[in-house]
């Protein structure tokens, strides 16, 4: 499991993650889910160590991050992040390739271009592995980083707003790949997701991150509510059912709000203090 303690993080002057405690079970499809600017981002990379730990401290499987060396992070974890930058002038294949890098220190084996064909199965991308990154769309580079962070192999899957630019099928056959990675090989993966339905429809565990804290964290049924959301999102949320999950709906505005644009004051937000 991942076991963060005390956890606080600035920037500059700003108080952006605020004494975080929070375990991240094992094996387990975890969403992270918060308005913009609750600090989704910034967890992740402290947790993937994109960003150096400020205050408190952070374990993957009794690995202290501060002290793992870096090969056997990788090992450990895979990580997606938001905004992904690469070289344009690279191909969908040799970017999926990156992944196995800590598997072969540059020497590709077999297994390992078995794991590249497998990735670049698994999402679509044979048709286009010789493409040039600049030369495919928002949604097959997004697949293309995806293939690599799934090519590395690790235990552990942390990635930010994965469905950024993919389509309903691509999305759904992404959290489908998940959910089998957790459930099928036991692996764990934890993911900031924007569109809550597909948290509701997959997510084991969910994480709801509000001002840089955690303010709800449970299975579905008990983080997506009306009260929990509504103030999480400080809008009017419904939550219906559908497959005997939980279906959120915020389409439809209640007669009584009159405006389409309800002040955040409207919102129940004292339901999660
Ligand atoms: N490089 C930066 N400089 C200043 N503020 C930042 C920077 N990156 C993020 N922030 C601020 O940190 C807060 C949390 O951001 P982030 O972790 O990206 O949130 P989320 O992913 O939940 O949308 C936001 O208020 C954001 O404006
Ligand atoms: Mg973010």
């Known amino acids: 499991m991942i076991r963060i303690n005390g956890l606080s993080h600035h920037i500059g002057a700003a108080p952006i993650l605020h004494d975080i405690d929070l375990t991240l079970p094992r094996g387990k499809l975890v969403a992270l889910i918060g308005p913009n600017g609750a600090g989704k981002s910034t967890l992740l990379r402290l947790v993937a160590r994109l960003e150096p730990v400020q205050q408190g401290r952070i374990e993957i499987d009794g690995l202290d991050l501060s002290t793992t060396p870096t090969e056997r992070l ?33 020497r590709p084996r ?40 799934f090519a590395q192999g690790t235990d552990w899957l942390l990635l930010d707003e994965p469905l950024n630019n993919l389509d309903m099928a691509h999305s759904r056959t992404l959290m489908a790949r998940l959910a089998d990675l957790v459930r099928g090989s036991g692996r ?34 008990t983080v997506l509510t009306e009260p929990v959301l509504s103030a999480l999102y400080d809008t009017p949320i419904e939550v219906s059912r559908h497959d005997d999950r939980p279906l959120v709906l915020h389409h439809h505005w209640h ?15 004292h339901l999660l203090h």
Do not use: C
């Open 74 to 106: 990788a090992l450990a974890m895979a990580v997606m992040g938001q905004q992904t930058h690469i070289a344009s002038r690279l191909r969908v294949a040799e970017l999926v390739g990156f992944g196995r890098w800590p598997h072969h220190h540059g």
């Open 255 to 269: 007669d009584q709000l009159g405006s389409p644009f309800p002040k955040a004051a409207d919102a129940p937000s």
């Open 188 to 221: 764990s993966v934890v993911t900031v997701v924007h569109e809550v339905n597909y948290a509701a429809a997959w997510a084991d565990h969910i994480v709801a991150m509000k001002d840089g804290r955690i303010v709800a964290e449970g299975p579905p049924e």
């Open 110 to 149: 077999p297994a390992d271009r078995a794991a590249v064909r497998q990735a670049l199965a698994a999402f679509d991308l044979e048709p286009l592995a010789h493409r040039f990154l600049d030369e495919v769309s928002g949604g097959q580079a997004q697949r293309a980083h995806l293939a690599m962070t």
